[in-house]
């Protein structure tokens, strides 16, 4: 049995299982036993400060969550021999910094690269703490919001509005490069050619793949996917790489804003936008009957078309 199946097999056991005792496929968060990661790799990047609570999981909308992550882990999925064409992806799933939605934005997105011959790296990267108890953590992820303000109709255009104010992401952009380092130092034995590392992340995952290309001294992505992150306009850097945007138009992150896009078009860097009727926020891989479910198809064929697809 290869790599990608023992993963596959002992992942979506887990997934089938949890699945099959979902009493409600509804916003609900239930308790989840912590599963085995028998191929996560620690990143050894060290702890949270002021983090007394362990790490723990649960599942809401029938997907596995974990959150009080302090330590980073990357777990590799790996195309069958033979299938790979050397460009690797690291995957980073969102949840506000607060928890990881680790199935709908991390091993199936993992899984669905790797059966492109992609080689994908989930990153389980540290996260900000939360309380302790199941009913505390439900009761504060409940709590009221005041939603953000729209871009005001008065303004010339939307990719004017000012960017919010910027989070500390210190700990997460190091296990962003931790990881990076990771595959470029074993990337013969795992099949990676080094100029063809990208990196997708969704919602905050984005704005740590975002994050990370501002940023970093160390990492040098070859493309990017920002999937349903941050519109906001940004600096872009000289050697940005190419970027793959997604969207839909009832995400609560849209907001009528395209500053991203405008920013990365008029830095002359390749840009390829889709914004999508319908799908809302964290649809992963897709749901029922919305626009948005292709997304993944469409940035398959980008990747193809920029020769990411081809083996060299």
Known sequence: MSYLQKTSTSLMAFLLFFASTVMAQDGTIY?????????????????????????TWFRQWGDPMARNISTATLTPF????GKANGTAVIVAPGG???WLSMGNEGWEVAEALAAQGIAAFVLKYRLNPTPASLEDFSAWMNRPRTPAPAPSSNSTTSTTTPAPPQRDLSNQLEDAEAAYAMIVNRAKEWGVDTDRIGMIGFSAGAGLTMHSTLHSKTMKL???GPIYGGMGPV?????APPMFNVIATDDFLFRGQFGVID???????????????NGGHGF???????????WFEAFIHWLDVNKFLTAK
């Open 96 to 98: 506000g910094f607060s």
């Open 235 to 239: 600096e872009v850097p000289e050697n």
């Open 263 to 277: 920013s990365w078009y008029k830095a002359g860097i390749p840009v390829e936008f889709h914004l999508y009727q």
């Open 78 to 81: 790996l195309p069958e021999p």
């Open 222 to 224: 070859a493309f990017i």
């Open 31 to 55: 308790p989840l036993e912590t599963p085995e990661e028998p191929n996560a790799i620690l990143l050894g990047t060290g702890g949270v400060e002021n983090q007394p609570a362990p790490e």
């Open 284 to 294: 992963g891989l897709g749901n029922p009957n919305r626009t948005s479910n292709r």
